[in-house]
């Protein structure tokens, strides 16, 4: 009975020990993990970290992980939506919800409003509506950023005698000195100080050049696309856009009134919002997110401090006022495991608890408009003396219903760009509007009609494709083999040959995975029409066609890049020899002047163009200073001559912003790296034997004879090998063009391998890019070959 007895606690202790070591195994397993993914910045994390938390309390077995990612945020999310690693909610802008969607990587959020019962109808119609696409909702939005506030100094209004502004003032085409503080062009005129001829302070700046622009457009009607959610056609020709394009233009080239890009960037050396803080600009047109930076620089009791408001932007004289906004919200990726959990997550973070957070950094509109009308948006009693500038907050819910969205669409942005990108000739005053625009705009036309052309496409086949793939392994197998087939080996160097095998085989095998492996797939890829996220279908050679007979930007780039290889390679090569010649002589300290030569070739390209960009600035560059001087009138060696003709209204030239001096700002930047030859090439010139030099110089033969006939011969090898290599990287030059210029202006330094990466990440047109890279594999291996042809020249010792 004992015995019994023992047996039943022990097995009743046993089962209370096994649950109790269950039961935080279990309430683990019901804990819900998911990933929250924005761009926002440090503003604005503290209030996003907030409000996840605060979710987490309300919902106690869903812990959220918050990503922030502010730098090619929508390239990254693309590629693990590809990759099936996507982020459960992710924030998201009307500009891309058309690329996800039509790819199944976006849910749809009807349902999930409709089961919860929740109420969409709180939020901007507009901007709900603008967050749709083929009818149904993608993104719950979260914020609307109308690009209307007008921010203003209070102080320079005072010390010029106009009043501040209330919102009722207009613009025309001309200043109408009657209307005074009513008028646009009057305020701005008169608030414009100019000393010896040079302007000391501007009325106005908008953050982008493009702002005043579309803002001009919109409020007399023009509108560059017939339908800004599924653009089909491209307007940009219409008179009332061309008109204030060029009105814009001019209200910088021939008014003076507003300060050019330009001038903002270099002359102020800051961007429009610093140098209203700075008070260089009386007022300066931006989205609400310019509040905290001015809170933060603008304290009452610091130096340099004014008190500044927002108003409303000028309608136009017959009261019509549009402009164009920003805006996102929150999207439940397609490849969750937990929908349910990522729409709770997903209203709440675009509700009002998220929103209330937001609101209290000043930083984001909430797209609820109860929210955007009262505290904390709107200053309140209660409202903290740090937070109640600016004052007219209230503006902002007046603005919501102006707003215009897009052009949005999945090919506008590749097609609009062949319209804007002569904007840079109308912007620096060396064409008109109406000359270049119509022509533009018919190449964004025919560039859109082709994108947007419905083919109906089969599947490719992998079989098919993997068959060829293994055929050509194959075919290089035998290649590389063939040669070796009719030599006989011993016992012994076949042993030894199955160790060497044994020894590289990590090395062949990371060839065939990471480079082979990849080539051939993008050599399939290159007959296919794949975006990375859907199922590649069967293209044929319609890429290929499409680069050499509709792309106008392949010969273009392939142009562009010629030019810079044939110019820069030799160049760089020569000065990489003269270094190396310099650098050649034993005397103290040698090796530390080798290093400081060398260490620009390693550095990165990121960091290097950042310098070159602060060397090139029109106004503050070190090469301008060095031309034109400190007093911007010196003519060194008649380079400034020689300039004039690209030379803007200040006399000095904008190497980076002018499409005749662009390329070549960018192949004086590629010296920089002369230094990495420079070391090759003094590696040459140590190997050639000093008693060659010793009896040129007892036969009589001065320096030049014996570098012509000693030193170029001997160290021809080393020469080739840096031409060669040089062509063959600069045809793959990227980095410089995309930080420096982004491929402009007006294409001038757009370079192959900028167009190949431009249409595969940013365009999600893989297979076309991959064709792309199949033309410059082509291109490298011609000119490679033909230098090969033509190397008579070198001469090998003992050959």
């Given at each position: ?730 045809f793959q030059s990227f980095t410089q063009a995309l930080l420096m210029t982004n491929g402009g202006p007006d294409d001038s330094t757009m370079f192959f391998a900028l167009h190949l990466w431009q249409s595969g990440f940013l365009g999600l047109r893989m297979g076309y890019a991959s064709a792309l890279g199949w033309v410059l594999f082509a291109v490298v291996m011609v000119f490679t070959v033909v230098q090969l042809r033509l190397s008579k020249w070198v001469y090998y010792e003992g050959g």
């Open positions: 009975m004992h015995d019994n007895r023992s047996t039943w606690l022990r097995t009743l202790s046993a089962g209370l020990l096994f649950g109790l070591v269950l039961l935080p195994v279990s309430a683990l397993a019901q804990v819900t993990h998911l990933i929250f993914r924005c761009w926002d910045g440090d503003d604005n994390m503290p209030a996003i970290f907030a409000a996840a938390r605060s979710f987490e309390k309300a919902y106690p077995n869903i812990k959220v992980k918050v990503e922030s990612v502010t730098d090619e945020y929508q390239e990254k999310l693309l590629s693990e939506v590809a990759a099936g690693i996507a982020p459960d909610v992710a924030m998201m802008d009307p500009t891309n919800i058309e690329k996800l969607s039509v790819r199944h990587a976006l849910l749809p959020l009807d349902d999930f409003i409709a089961k919860s019962h929740y109420d969409i109808g709180a939020y901007y119609p507009n901007l709900v509506q603008a967050h749709r696409f083929g009818g149904k909702l993608y993104v719950l939005p979260r914020d609307i950023a109308p690009i209307s506030p007008i921010y203003y100094n209070k102080r320079l209004f005072d010390e010029a005698g106009i009043p501040y502004p209330d919102g009722k003032w207009t613009w025309d085409y001309k200043e109408r000195p009657e209307l005074r503080e009513h008028d646009f062009l009057w305020v701005i005129h008169h608030l414009t100080k100019e000393k010896n001829g040079q302007v000391v302070l501007w009325g106005y700046a908008p953050s982008w050049q493009d702002l005043l622009w579309q803002q001009f457009a919109l409020s007399t009607g023009g509108r560059w696309a017939d339908d800004y959610m599924h653009p089909m056609k491209m307007t940009y020709d219409d008179p009332r856009v061309m008109r204030a394009i060029q009105f814009t233009a001019d209200l910088t080239l021939k008014y003076h009134w507003i300060p050019s890009a330009t001038a903002i960037s270099t002359v102020m050396q800051s961007s429009a919002k610093q140098a209203f803080a700075e008070q260089k600009i009386a007022m300066f047109q931006s989205g609400i997110w310019e509040v905290p930076f001015l809170r933060k620089e603008l304290l009452k009791g610091k130096p340099g401090y004014f008190d500044w408001d927002i108003a409303m932007p000028p309608a136009y004289k017959d009261g019509t006022l549009h402009f164009p906004t920003g805006g996102s919200g929150y999207a439940i990726m397609s490849g969750t495991t937990h929908p349910w959990e990522a729409w709770l997550l997903t209203k709440w973070m675009a509700g009002a608890p998220g929103l209330k957070e937001l609101a209290r950094t000043g930083l984001a509109q909430p797209a609820i408009r109860k929210m955007s009308q009262s505290p904390p948006w709107v200053p309140g009693p209660e409202t903290p003396a740090e937070e109640r500038t600016p004052a007219n907050r209230i503006m902002m819910d007046t603005s919501a219903p102006l707003v215009v969205f897009g052009p949005y669409g999945s090919e506008w942005g590749e097609a609009s760009d062949f319209a804007t990108r002569v904007f840079t000739k109308i912007w620096d005053g060396s064409a008109k509007a109406q000359d270049v625009i119509p022509e533009a705009n018919a190449e964004g036309q025919a560039r859109l009609d082709y994108l947007r052309r419905s083919v109906h496409r089969p599947p490719f086949n992998w079989t098919i494709g993997g068959l060829v793939s293994l055929a050509l392994f194959g075919v290089l197998a035998f290649w590389v083999y063939w040669p070796e087939r009719k030599i006989k080996r011993t016992h012994r160097q076949k042993l030894e040959n199955r160790v060497a095998y044994f020894f590289v085989m990590p090395w062949v095998l990371g060839l065939i995975l990471f480079t082979a492996g990849p080539m051939l797939l993008s050599l399939l890829m290159s007959f296919a029409d794949w975006d990375i996220i859907q199922p590649a279908k069967w293209r044929g050679v319609e890429n290929f066609r499409e680069a050499f007979f509709v792309d106008p930007r392949f010969w273009i780039s392939l142009k562009v890049t010629l030019l810079y290889t044939i110019v820069s390679v030799p160049l760089g090569v020569a000065s990489s020899l003269a270094l190396a010649l310099l650098l050649n002589v034993k005397v103290r300290a040698i090796p530390l002047w080798r290093t400081c030569y060398y260490l620009p070739s390693v550095a990165s390209g990121v960091a290097s163009s950042l310098i070159w960009r602060r060397i090139f600035q029109p106004d503050g560059g070190l090469l301008n200073a060095i031309i034109y001087g400190p007093d911007g009138h010196r003519n060194l060696l008649g380079i400034a001559s020689m300039l004039k003709p690209f030379a803007e209204s200040s006399g000095q030239v904008n190497w980076l912003n002018n499409e005749h001096l662009a390329l070549p700002a960018l192949i004086i930047m590629s010296l920089w790296g002369a230094g990495g030859g420079m070391i090759i090439l003094l590696a040459g010139l140590q190997g050639v034997p000093n008693h060659y030099y010793e009896a040129a110089t007892l036969d009589g033969a001065n320096a030049w004879y014996r570098f012509r006939h000693i030193t170029v011969p001997m160290i021809s090898p080393t020469l080739f090998f840096c031409l060669l290599t040089g062509f063959i990287g600069t």
